[in-house]
């Protein structure tokens, strides 16, 4: 295992220098302004002209090479923000501090926090074609968005009239063989609702309920894979104590992101006295049967049970009812598969953030689907049980899907391309991940789109990594299809 420096003797070398500069800068979601800086700086360092729009994205064009001039323009396309997760106990500030990436046998990862491959790897990848001086290429716009991963603001406020590309390659995939040629769309739920508290009980006792040590990663890509939800867990292991051991809610925090499977979550609870040794009994039983439920996909979940001080307050008997009764019924995970297309997702939803505190109780999920109406239906479903539980639902900051285009030039060419230097077929498929080419393809009516990546495994999640091998292969892929447009 080694370090960064490594990671900049890694091949192709312009790029994963251009990875690494990239990862020195702290680039959250909505707050890309050095990632923005940084690649305006680069663009006018070349010397090529380059533009910021008033959504914030950055437009880069190069000139085609010595007899390209003729062929169509063509959009390279990648995000600046990254997923900012880290484990526990790692010491880590996503405002100040650079990604510590290292090599680690046939991949690259970082050291307890996301990568950021998701999508720094596709915006290297640009910068690197943008340096070049001896590739062979068509006229190019580099198109870098921001905000991509908490709402896709970026694509949506992107300025029309700005591109005059004809194809677009998103660069924002993550299996080295396959061509993802359609996504998910995509609508945000948000919920709050407030809530009585009376005293603690006399003669009680407090404990903090945590959850943690979960998988999580990507609520689109890995929506289906049957993961622990956190927030789900703990409900579960709180849901029984409210009837049948005198248990109260004091607290509930889990999830931090819309776009990632919570990881972690804890609550702080009181019990009476007389009811401790009964209720820990119970709840020690329940935290077995949910850990072996789970034990093949989630082999690290650990559930702890801490003793701490009893709070003044804890939820009315009444309110942490329906509450958790909502947090139970709410629907989470894949909704609906896909009926056309085998393996595919179709509708899901992503529990991501649960708050109860200081009399105030919020949601946050993520709902995703190939199909308007399976959008409105989850959508609905959503609703309605936060409802009965008296929340007020606010559902925004909607994004439309693409449409599969199997038949396009760009995607026949690609797998031309593909099985000439692979020897092999790539996949063709639509993913259940939000890409940001339906809104662009929407704002620019006729783009020839399509996405390709390297191999990343668990992004959005502190497990986050990415090939070695397939970052080259996806390097010679890609300007091999770029000399061939």
Known sequence: MAGE??????????????????????????????????????????????????????????????????????????????????????????????????????????????????????????????????????????????????????????EAGLLQGKIMLNLDSEEEDELTIGCAGGLDSFSEASYATMPSPVQSRAFEIVVKGLKGGHSGIDIHLGRANANKVLTRLLYDGLTEYGMHLARFSGGNLRNAIPREAAAMVVVPNTMEAVWRSHLDGLIQSIVEEYAWIEPDMKVAVLPCSVPDTVLSAADQTRILQALYAIPNGVFRMSPSVPGLVETSNNLAKVEIGEGVFSTQCL???????????????VRAVLELAHAQVDQRGGYPGWAPNPDSPIVRLLVGVYEGLFSATPKVAACHAGLECGIIGKQYPGLDMVSLGPTIRHPHSPDEKVNIQSVANFWKYLVTTLSKI
């Open 5 to 158: 420096q490594s990671i900049r003797n890694l091949e192709p070398s312009a790029l994963w220098n251009h990875f690494a500069d990239l990862n020195s800068i702290p680039r959250a979601s909505k707050k890309e302004a050095g990632a923005v800086a940084f690649v305006k700086k680069f663009g006018a360092s070349l010397g090529l002209e380059t533009v910021e729009d008033r959504g914030g994205n950055v437009i880069i064009r190069k000139p085609a090479s010595p007899g390209m001039e003729a062929r169509p323009v063509v959009i390279l396309q990648g995000h600046l923000d990254m997923v900012h997760q880290k484990n526990a106990g790692t010491d880590f500030n996503f405002d100040t501090d650079g990604i510590r990436s290292v090599v680690d046998g046939d991949w690259v990862r970082a050291e307890g926090t996301t990568l950021g491959a998701d999508n720094g790897i596709g915006v290297a990848a640009i910068m690197a074609i943008l340096e070049s001086k001896d590739l062979v290429h068509p006229p190019l716009e580099a198109l870098f968005t921001v905000d991509e991963e908490t709402g896709m603001s970026g694509a949506l406020n992107l």
């Open 367 to 381: 709902m995703r689907s190939a199909l308007d109406s399976g959008i409105r239906d989850i959508a609905q479903a």
